[in-house]
């Protein structure tokens, strides 16, 4: 199995093999580093993440709407 991984911070893409899960890995673009989750925990992150998507606003002052 493998995971696609998204950087938070710039948004680029790429596949991990499934011993990423559960680690923090370091964007090689931006450098940023981020946690991948539990193989366990990839159905529940990614429904928060499609419901986020479409529910939850942050303004310029990161006040949240949703």
Do not use: H
């Not at 995971?3 to 559960?22: H, K, R, V």
């Amino acid at each position: 199995m493998q995971i696609i991984a998204q950087c938070p911070a710039c948004g680029i893409t790429w596949q991990l093999e499934n011993s990423a899960a559960d680690r923090r890995i370091k964007c090689s673009k931006c450098g940023k580093l981020f946690k991948v989750p539990k193989l366990e925990e990839l159905p529940k992150a990614a429904k928060m993440i499609k419901q986020a998507k479409s529910t939850i606003y942050v303004d310029e002052k990161g006040k949240t709407y949703g």
